[in-house]
Every structure is written in structure tokens, then in C-alpha cells.
């Protein structure tokens, strides 16, 4: 046991490797390590992102579209 929600149990055992059963309310998330890493990646690329994105919009202040202006006519 982990705590008082999550059990582990051990489901089978085949020459050096053993499958592990995990049981956790669906509030807890469970995930081989190389799933976690990834998700890990994946967020702190996308905070990265969604940073680089905002001091992009900091720099440049959005301009106001302008109306057209009209030209004078011109002789040829």
C-alpha cells in the first residue's frame, strides 16, 4: 500500500521481470516512468511555447487598423 488509496500488487513473475497491478482512485495519475518523462517534456515545451508567445506580444504593441487613406488624383 501507498498511502491509503493506492495498492500495489504483484500480478506475475517470468525470469527477471515482474508485472506489478496498481490500484488508485482515477484522481491519482499512473504512469510507466517513460510515460511520465513525456508528459513532463510535453508540458514544459508547451509552457515554453505559451511563454515565448506572450514576451512576443509584450514587444510589439498590436496596432489599430487604419482606415484607407485616399490618394489625390494624379495627371499622367
Do not use: C
Not at 506489478?20 to 517513460?34: D, F, N, Q, W, Y
Amino acid at each position: 500500500m501507498i498511502g491509503d488509496e493506492v495498492e500495489i500488487t504483484i500480478v506475475d513473475v517470468r525470469g527477471d521481470k515482474v508485472r506489478l497491478g496498481i490500484t488508485a482512485p482515477k484522481s491519482i495519475p499512473v504512469h510507466r516512468r517513460e510515460v511520465y518523462d513525456a508528459i513532463q517534456r510535453e508540458k514544459k515545451a508547451a509552457t515554453e511555447h505559451q511563454n515565448h508567445v506572450e514576451e512576443e506580444g509584450k514587444e510589439e504593441p498590436q496596432k489599430e487598423p487604419q482606415e484607407p487613406v485616399e490618394k489625390p488624383f494624379q495627371k499622367r
